[in-house]
């Protein structure tokens, strides 16, 4: 087993007790995780941890100007956006804010700016990343007031950059290590954003962060959906987890076979 994989699996065990007082309707075991999925075969979505330095409303309703310390964990090419994720984990609120992707009509500053401060991202839309009225409507329409009432007061934002970018929280419920390769064990309800980039490109980004210091691991696998009798143990956990967070059951149910373990840390 390499250093990084153990150093992932003492911190894997120390979030368990250290989240549990911030989720204390879920009692359950569980690690609160961050999907990084793209919609290209064979990329990963380059997650970044930073710090939150403004928010303020673009020209129109539906633009925002999300102002972070930087650097980014790269620079997007052609065909991809940038995603900022911001989660208010004490309500379990949160929203995704995209740019627009880059084209052949369009330059890296109509998505991403840098200015005295740090960087200004461009965003086009805004999304809801947990259950609310506005995720019923594909196009979602986000009071700004709304907005910063919510996550105005989160320090720092889950940055992913690739096609179709997109970060969504998942609680872990279960682990397991065979042969030295990893496998993290999650559920999930509807088949919504990351669904529709799994089912084009199953190589995910999984960011783990102490949700005190955002500081943690980025882990890069590949994600299978898989059927309860092929593991049982998981299932049951995900589904104990599921009941106790008053979610019924999972839809489906998901492994993440992990290649590599990186450390996390924020910029800013």
């Not at 390499?2 to 911030?22: G, N, T, V, W």
């Not at 989160?154 to 992913?160: I, M, N, S, T």
Request: hydrophobic share 40%; charged share 25%.
């Amino acid at each position: 087993m390499s250093s990084d994989l153990q150093s992932f699996l003492a911190f894997l065990e120390a979030q368990k007790a250290k989240q549990a007082p911030r989720f204390p309707s879920v009692k359950f075991d569980k690690v609160l995780s961050f999907m990084g999925t793209t919609s290209l075969g064979g990329t990963y979505n380059a997650v970044s941890v930073n710090r939150v330095l403004g928010i303020e409303p673009g020209p129109t309703g539906r633009e925002l100007r999300l102002r972070l310390a930087g650097p980014l964990a790269r620079t997007p090419a052609r065909g991809e956006c940038i995603t900022v994720h911001l989660t208010r984990v004490e309500q379990y609120q949160g929203f995704q804010v995209k740019t627009r992707a880059l084209s052949v009509n369009s330059v890296a500053a109509d998505l991403l700016e840098e200015d005295r401060d740090g960087l200004v991202v461009k965003g086009a839309s805004i999304f809801t990343v947990h259950h609310s009225p506005y995720t019923l409507k594909f196009f979602e329409n986000v009071p700004f007031e709304e907005l910063v009432q919510i996550v105005g007061s989160v320090r720092y934002a889950l940055v992913g950059v690739g096609e179709t970018a997109n970060i969504s929280p998942r609680f872990i419920f279960h682990h397991e290590v065979r042969d030295g390769r990893l496998t993290l064990f999650h559920g999930d309800g509807l088949a919504l954003k990351t669904y529709m980039n799994l089912k084009s490109n199953r190589l995910e980004t999984r960011a783990v962060i102490d949700l005190d210091t955002y500081r943690g691991h980025a882990l890069r696998g590949t994600v299978e959906e898989f059927a309860p009798h092929q593991h049982p143990e998981a299932y049951d956990k995900i589904c104990r987890g599921y009941t106790a967070g008053g979610w019924g059951k999972p839809s489906r149910v998901f492994r993440s076979v992990i290649d590599d373990v990186a450390p996390l840390e924020p910029a800013g």
